[in-house]
């Protein structure tokens, strides 16, 4: 009897492991789905229906104009969640369902902050920020991923920020490459006449940086950030 009794309890201890893995396997089954259906949610989000919640982290709301002046220094486009192309990371969909816990309702409104290149251009580098929008043109930071806010960026496509900057970046360059060409190559001894020399290759040279700016400008960008933070156009 002793070696049959045996045999039914190590019978029983496989017959409850087994049905433990079959209950993990169907929870592991329906988190997975309920995932999936929060990606979908966020990427055919179109419409903007604002959440009514309080408890929320007074650190990560953000107004209308910051997230605009946030754009315009980053050259980043805002827009719905609908237009965005890339992937959404598990610990973005983790931070929705952790949102979802603490309002208490299904969010069904989705906005992403992040480069043109990341978005399905009506005429048509880089990570987002998913938001969500609040009452009051306010918007709520679900999840940051990636570096696409660095001093890099923020630097590189500082010329681009208005007209006004894209002059001075010409203005600079030109007189940069100015200041660079050596005194000798204009004139000999004068100084007075060495500096009237390099006023005018100052003159020419902005001229030339000027002409070749609004070329590959009205070529290549075609928007200011001050105005391509919220479009759904490439150009």
């Known amino acids: 009897m002793t070696p049959r009794t045996e045999r039914e309890r190590l019978e029983q201890v496989l017959i409850g492991q087994s049905e433990l893995m079959f209950q993990v396997h169907l929870w592991l089954a329906e988190e997975e789905k309920h995932d999936d259906l929060i990606r979908a949610l966020v990427l055919s989000s179109r419409k903007r229906v604002p959440v009514k919640a309080r408890g929320l982290d007074p650190q990560r709301i ?4 910051t997230i605009r002046e946030l754009c315009v220094k980053y050259r980043l486009r805002f ?3 609908a237009l965005y192309k890339g992937e959404l990371p598990s610990q973005a969909v983790q931070a929705i369902r952790t949102l979802e816990r603490s309002v208490h309702e299904p969010v069904v ?3 992403v902050m992040a480069p043109a290149a990341r978005f399905k251009l009506c005429d048509s580098e880089v990570d ?3 938001f969500v929008p609040l009452d009051n043109d306010r918007y709520y930071l679900v999840h940051k991923w990636g570096n696409d806010l660095s001093r890099a960026r923020a630097l590189l496509y ?3 920020r208005s007209v ?3 002059a001075a970046s010409v203005f600079l360059l030109a007189l940069l490459f100015t200041c660079l060409i050596p005194g000798h190559w204009l004139a000999k001894g004068d100084d007075a006449f060495v500096f009237g020399q390099r006023s005018l290759l100052l003159f020419w ?3 030339v940086f000027g002409g070749f700016t609004v ?3 009205f070529a290549f960008f075609g928007q200011f950030s001050a105005q391509a933070w919220n479009s759904r156009y490439f150009n």
């Open 128 to 130: 987002p920020l998913l």
């Open 62 to 65: 953000f107004d209308r104009e």
């Open 79 to 81: 827009l719905e969640g």
């Open 215 to 217: 070329f590959g400008w």
């Open 109 to 111: 409104s989705y906005m």
């Open 164 to 166: 006004a900057h894209l």
């Open 205 to 207: 040279s902005v001229m």
């Open 158 to 160: 500082w010329p681009v």
